[in-house]
């Protein structure tokens, strides 16, 4: 599908291959008030207000069902035996998911020295941020009563009792709070410096004072710079391995049950891999139009739309390896309630749902094998919008079309989920939402001290601003 | 002004690589009490000023040992000592299944002990410092460099030390009130 190397002309295809990471003629001061500038503006963008009136009328159908099922219980949603897991654990598995290309791109690709991550990491970590958040909520509201959530954590109670630490759930109760503060740890380091070029470019004095408090009196010294560094490196490599045993732990939920469609040792390196994939076409989804509103194409540039569409791609083939490897495994197996689990996934009831996984997961990535299309902006946002879909649907397959028909014809049955299912799911996008307009609204949305560093290497001589 | 209300002279510079020039050849003219300011990390900076390492990463390797043994303690304690269940004669101390929660504690204190490791050795949170009575050092996070010699190096002396960052080609000297 690719062009034969097309020699100097500025085609968006070529600009892909060997284009630069930062837009032409920047220079320190450009780079620091073109990024700040959007926060410091005064004037607040209409379409963020529009945006925001949106997703906060969503934030509050959240609240409208989250109220009604703290009031009524858990039976206002569709779950009930054998169905007892539905949305809120398909909405889990899928927000702590989109979380994991944050923590990828902001650590291992650090670790990798990919340069090109610079423009996207921060965006990305607070994308995770929120994900996680939305995360955390869901088993907290699964659980029958969720002011007693405290359970979960080994406290020296009156009852004399301790949390089941051989559970896999009582790991991912430890598993997602560690990844929670580790994901704001490394966050809240990478701000710092950014908050003191906020804080030292204000001109509302209200704002001076908050920057200044968040920023803890950063100076630039150097030998801060160095222990900076060095922490960001450390954090880098312990969020490395966080990162792919809290997707583990998350799949070790479903593996350590016996139920068909669950017990299978695929299930982490293929929830890790989707994990990843569903992660970067949920930074697609958000980058896509924040570069285009807030016109940061000089900062993500195609060159970013490339890459991330390669590692989507990439891993988009691990998670269909994933599938092809499950449906052989059932056959090989010889196991009837497995190959009876597979058949029922693809003609059974929730049939839909497999072709539809099918469809947005592996068939919709195939694109991303042409150039012309990973530098489209437009058509990859369709892709990156499919896979968002097709990875919500595959966690729907996986648990519910498991759980429905199990071992026994006669402990059989379906779920549909309720209007209160829809409404906290909904809700929860726009909990997200919400939290990431704040964020695009109040802290600089790309890392400043990064971009002037990527302006100092790129330039790689003396390039002192104007005056 | 008396000498001991002043905190330093700062030389101000307009690249990187001027202030890493400037930053050896102050260490080089014998002065130690001296601090580099950059609106980004400076690739040998730090050294240049005369900063060797940091004990950051061992304070990182003590956190995560201490996490570790917390992590793995904190389940034995339990399943062991404090609430002894036997079922169906399997080891109390099941150890495979102990590692997930050991694993996750490692890595939270460990991140926790660069975080607050960092910022201790730092000494931040710094509500007041002298530096930033040079208005100009606003810059320092946008895109100005910045050398400081501090008032409490021997070698310092208002008019000589001066005169020596004069000799670099700073774009300005300033000086910094205590």
Known sequence: ?467 | MPANRIYGLMAEFGTAEELLGAARRTHEAGYVRVDAFSPFPIEGLAEAIGFRHTRLPLVVLLGGMLGCGTGYFLQYYAAAISYPINVGGRPLNSWPAFIPITFELTILFAALSAVVGMLVMDGLPTPYHPVFNVPRFALASRDRFFLCIKARDLRFNLLSTREFLETLHPREVNTVDV
């Open chain 1, 1 to 467: 599908m690719s062009n034969p190397a097309a020699d100097n002309s500025p085609d968006p295809v070529a600009q892909a291959l060997t284009g630069p990471i930062i837009g032409p003629g920047y220079n320190y001061a450009s780079v620091t008030d073109k990024i700040s500038a959007i926060v410091l503006n005064r004037r607040t963008p209409k379409w963020w207000v529009l945006g925001f009136a949106v997703t906060f009328t969503l934030v509050m159908m959240l609240l409208v069902a989250l109220t009604y099922l703290f009031t009524v219980g858990v039976g206002i949603w569709g779950i009930n035996i054998p169905v007892a897991w539905g949305f809120a654990i398909v909405n889990f598995v899928w927000w702590i998911g989109i979380g994991h290309a944050g923590t990828l791109i902001s650590a291992i690709l650090l670790l990798l020295r990919q340069q090109w991550r610079t423009s996207i990491n921060r965006f990305a970590e607070a994308m995770t941020l929120f994900a996680v958040a939305c995360a955390g909520l869901f088993p907290i509201l699964h659980l029958g009563r969720p002011w007693l959530f405290y359970w979960l954590l080994p406290y020296p109670d009156t009852m004399k009792l301790w949390p089941q630490f051989r559970s896999p759930l009582v790991w991912d109760c430890f598993a997602v709070s560690t990844y929670a503060t580790v994901s704001l740890l490394f966050w809240y380091v990478g701000l710092v410096p950014d908050l003191a070029t906020l804080r030292d470019r204000s001109q509302n004095r209200v704002a001076k004072i908050i920057y200044g408090i968040l920023s803890m009196g950063w100076r630039g010294s150097a030998v801060h710079w160095y222990r900076h560094e060095t922490a960001s490196l450390l954090l880098a490599g312990l969020a490395t391995p966080l990162v792919v045993s809290v997707h583990t732990i998350v799949s070790l939920d479903f593996s350590f049950g016996l139920v068909p469609g669950w017990h299978s040792t695929i299930f982490p390196p293929y929830f890790v891999a989707g994990a990843v994939f569903q992660g970067f076409a949920m930074v697609l989804t958000l980058a896509i139009p924040v570069r285009k509103l807030f016109h940061l194409e000089d900062f993500i540039t195609t060159r970013h739309l490339d890459n991330m569409g390669k590692v989507m791609l990439a891993t988009g083939l691990i998670v269909a390896f994933g599938y092809m490897s499950e449906t052989f495994i059932a056959w090989y197996s010889a196991n009837i309630y497995e190959r009876y689990m597979t058949l029922n996934r693809m003609f059974g009831p929730y049939a839909v749902v497999f072709w539809g996984v099918i469809a947005c997961n592996i068939l919709a990535p195939q694109f991303l094998w042409s150039r012309k299309i990973r530098v489209n902006a437009g058509a990859l946002f369709v892709i990156a919008m499919a896979i968002n879909i097709g990875m919500w649907l595959e966690r729907f397959m996986i648990i519910v079309g498991s759980l429905s028909r199990d071992f026994m014809p006669s402990a059989w049955g379906m779920y549909y989920p309720t209007r209160w299912d829809l409404f906290t799911f909904f809700g929860s996008v726009g909990l997200f939402l919400t939290l990431l307009l704040l964020f695009i609204r109040s802290l600089p949305l790309i890392s400043i001290f990064e971009m002037r560093e990527l302006v100092n290497e790129e330039a790689s001589q003396p390039s002192g601003g104007e005056a």
